[in-house]
């Protein structure tokens, strides 16, 4: 959390509220959060706002050159935040346990906030984002209209890897979080632990429009629902976190597997696995 729809609705309004005001200073509560890229003074970072813009699961702050007859637009500050796992962010609210880090402004603030001190504040100039993992390295953007079919077809058809995997492979395309990974493979009833070269030309399409469909509806559930700033809002998930709970197709059990590390939610029916010598999820809890 947040996820690419999380930051569809957190980008604008952000984007609004900062976009042309004067950032005074930062402050920073834990450390480890923070990476200065610079070898400058904290005081040293102020500015104009010029730019809130997203990068896959990073968002990017710009800061106009404080010397306004540089042309050299790596001379321009940078501010990239990337939540992670807890990452949330909150305006003008009081100091609390979980705040990491602080955007000063004149009559407001901006709080970076993470209780497990996973995600991370990159500090620098346009030429230093290069050195932020996984910044420069990100695949193309899901929303954009790079992403059609032929170059899915084009990814999908190197790739052997297995579908919740692929998904979530920010290097070629960005980006696809745990909760949203679940969602595209229950619409499109494929397996988290199918490999991507077992699914037939249909099954490729039907995961192509799912990722268009799924991260749409939910953009735009979020933007209608107008969760605070810092909410995680997932109260339209159809399997993620839902282990137990029927299956809203067919009322079978949702289960939990491990694949590659991390919990993947699915509905056993919906999502057959086809014999391909996994666990027989529907009489086996997880």
């Not at 003074?41 to 968002?59: H, K, N």
């Not at 702050?61 to 007859?69: A, E, G, N, Q, V």
């Not at 602080?102 to 500090?123: A, Q, S």
Request: glycine residues 6%; charged residues 25%; positive net charge.
């Amino acid at each position: 959390m947040p996820e690419l729809p999380d930051l569809e609705y957190i980008r604008p309004i952000l984007c609004e509220r900062l976009q042309g005001c004067r950032m005074t200073g930062v402050e920073v509560f834990e450390p480890v959060v923070v990476r200065n890229l610079t070898g400058m003074d904290l005081s040293e970072f102020s500015g104009i706002i010029s730019s809130v813009t997203r990068l896959g699961p990073f968002l990017r702050f710009s800061l106009k050159p404080r010397d306004r007859s540089a042309l050299n637009s790596e001379d321009q500050l940078e501010i990239v935040m990337h939540p992670m796992l807890a990452g949330r962010f909150r305006l003008s609210g009081k100091k609390q346990a979980v705040t990491a880090f602080r955007m000063n402004f004149d009559d407001f603030h901006l709080d970076f906030l993470d209780d497990k001190k996973m995600g991370k504040v990159y500090l620098g100039r346009t030429s230093d984002l290069h050195s932020i993992p996984g910044f420069a390295s990100q695949g193309t953007d899901i929303l954009s209209p790079s992403f059609d079919w032929p170059y899915f077809q084009r990814i999908a058809a190197k790739s052997r890897k297995q579908a919740r995997v692929f998904l979530m492979d920010q290097k070629s395309m960005s980006a696809i979080g745990n909760a949203y990974a679940d969602e595209v493979l229950f619409e499109a009833r494929i397996h988290p632990k199918t490999r991507m070269n077992q699914l037939d030309e249909s099954q490729l399409a039907t995961l192509f429009e799912s990722i268009r469909s799924v991260i749409q509806d939910g953009i735009r559930t979020i933007q209608e629902a107008k969760p605070d700033l810092e909410m995680k809002y997932r109260d339209h998930m159809k399997v993620r976190n839902k282990k137990d709970q029927p299956c809203i197709r067919c009322g079978n059990k949702i289960r939990r597997a491990n694949v590659n590390g991390y919990d993947s939610f699915f509905c056993p029916v919906c999502q057959p696995d086809g014999g391909k010598g996994f666990i027989d999820w529907t009489t086996v809890s997880r």
